[in-house]
C-alpha cells in the first residue's frame, strides 16, 4: 500500500506542479505581451491637432465677415479640413444685422474657407426669420448660403416650406425654390370699435 500510496501522491504532485507551469508560463507570456504591444502609428485619418471652445473671426478689410465656433475642432491637414462639434457660424451683414447658424456637426475645409452644416442645422436670419433643415453651406468666395435638402421657413405672418433655399448675403436676399408651400398667417380683423348707430 505504501507503494500505491507513494505513486499516488507523485501523481497528484506532478499534476500540480504541471497547472503551475502551465500558469506561470501564461503570466510570463500575458505580460510580455502586454509590454511589448505594438502601437499602431498614426494613421492619416487621425485629427494632427484637436482643440476644445475653438473660436475663429474672418476679417476681410478690416470688417468681421464671419465667426465660427465649435465645442471641438480635429484638423486634418492631409485633407486641408476642420471637424466641428456642436457649431456656431455668424455671419455679419452690412447694416448690422447677422445670420446665426447652428449645428451638431460641421467642417470648415481650410483652402476655400467653405463651411458645411450638417444635423440638427437651426438658422437665424434679419426681420425674425428662423430656417430649419438638415444640412447647409456656406460658400465664402461668393458669400451665400444654401441648403439643398428640405427646409421649413418661419417669420413674421409666414411659414415656407421647400426642398432648397438660399441667402445671398451681397444682395441681402433669400430665395426658397423647388416645391415651396407657403402658409400665411393673417391675424383676424379686429373687432370695431364704433358704436352702432340704431335708426
Not at 507503494?3 to 510580455?32: C, D, N, Y
Not at 476681410?60 to 471637424?83: H, I, M, N, P, V
Amino acid at each position: 500500500m505504501t507503494l500505491v500510496r507513494k505513486m499516488t501522491q507523485s501523481v497528484i504532485l506532478l499534476v500540480a506542479l504541471g497547472l503551475s507551469a502551465v500558469l506561470l508560463f501564461g503570466v510570463w507570456k500575458g505580460k510580455t505581451q502586454k509590454d511589448h504591444r505594438i502601437v499602431p502609428v498614426s494613421d492619416a485619418s487621425e485629427a494632427e491637432m484637436r482643440l476644445s471652445d475653438m473660436e475663429y473671426t474672418e476679417m476681410q478689410d478690416g470688417k468681421r465677415l464671419w465667426t465660427l465656433k465649435a465645442s471641438e475642432a480635429k484638423y486634418f491637414q492631409d485633407q486641408q479640413r476642420t471637424l466641428l462639434t456642436a457649431v456656431h457660424l455668424t455671419l455679419f451683414l452690412e447694416g448690422g444685422d447677422e445670420i446665426r447658424l447652428e449645428s451638431r456637426e460641421g467642417v470648415l475645409y481650410a483652402g476655400t474657407k467653405n463651411i458645411e452644416l450638417w444635423n440638427s442645422v437651426h438658422a437665424v436670419l434679419p426681420r425674425s426669420y428662423e430656417l430649419i433643415t438638415d444640412r447647409a453651406f456656406y460658400e465664402h468666395e461668393q458669400q451665400a448660403v444654401y441648403s439643398e435638402t428640405p427646409i421649413r421657413l418661419t417669420g413674421p405672418d409666414v411659414e415656407l416650406e421647400g426642398v432648397s433655399w438660399e441667402y445671398r448675403i451681397p444682395q441681402n436676399r433669400a430665395i426658397v425654390s423647388n416645391g415651396v408651400r407657403a402658409t400665411l398667417l393673417l391675424e383676424p380683423p379686429k373687432p370695431s370699435t364704433k358704436a352702432k348707430r340704431t335708426p
